[in-house]
């Protein structure tokens, strides 16, 4: 195996974790997996060599791709969850704010 093709995997493997992650609602473990996946990334596709192994990468940024849109997916429905919560939360406040004016 290529240096690169290690870090390719190794790219690949810390995109299944922060799927993995995400899956279980670890959204901090899901930022940090993502500082080093972009780290892996920045190391893996150096701008200074651009059609370095092209079709070596292809197969495996398609792969981070899906997973990503799962991820993009997962946080979406966490962010809606938490909104209705919030949402509910002040409904109640305002519940008890008029019921407390209300009585004598």
Known sequence: MTSLEAQLAELLACSRQMLEQ???????????????????AA????????????HQAEKVLKAILAM?????????????AVGAMLAKIVQGQHGVKAYRASVP
Do not use: I, N
């Open 43 to 54: 190391s893996c596709f150096p701008l200074h060599d651009a059609g370095t192994a092209a």
């Open 22 to 40: 995400a899956r279980l609602d670890e959204w901090q473990q899901v930022e940090s997996l993502g500082r080093r996946r972009r780290a892996l």
């Open 68 to 80: 990503q849109q799962e991820t993009v997916a997962l946080m979406s429905a966490k962010r809606d």
